[in-house]
């Protein structure tokens, strides 16, 4: 069982920076691939970033290449999402996720284990 909690959501301006943590409990966190995924009102989940157990590798949504970075830190059993050049359109509820296979790119549909999210808003 794994049990994801995120943090670092707020209200910045557009072209801020902010960086979203997920931490996790349990004992496996290595083993699994690390997701973000976000909700903006009256859209579709979608998959923002993935990081595999490993690290080596990650996946970034075509709207947010170039501006945000995904890396984890399996020793505190916490995933990261830094967002720079934060746009009005990122405005969404962010969503962490974990599942034990590389699923990209995602609806998120089956993920194992899900967060309760925590809001991001930017104003232009």
């Known amino acids: 069982q794994v049990q994801l909690v995120e943090s670092g959501g707020g209200l910045v301006q557009a072209g801020d920076s902010l960086r979203l943590s997920c931490a996790a409990s349990?004992?496996?966190?290595?083993?699994?691939?690390m997701y973000w995924f976000r909700q903006a009102p009256g859209r579709e989940r979608e998959s923002v970033a993935a990081?595999?157990?490993?690290?080596?590798?990650?996946y970034y949504a075509d709207s947010v290449k170039d501006r945000f970075t995904i890396s984890r830190d399996n020793a505190k059993n916490t995933v990261y999402l830094q967002m720079s050049s934060l746009k009005p359109e990122d405005t969404a509820v962010y969503y962490c996720?974990?599942?034990?296979?590389?699923?990209?790119?995602?609806?998120?549909?089956?993920?194992?284990?899900w967060g309760k999210g925590t809001l991001v808003t930017v104003s232009s």
């Open positions: 996720g974990a599942d034990r296979a590389l699923k990209w790119p995602t609806r998120g549909d089956g993920m194992d284990y």
């Open positions: 349990g004992r496996s966190f290595s083993s699994y691939v």
């Open positions: 990081m595999t157990s490993s690290g080596r590798s990650t």
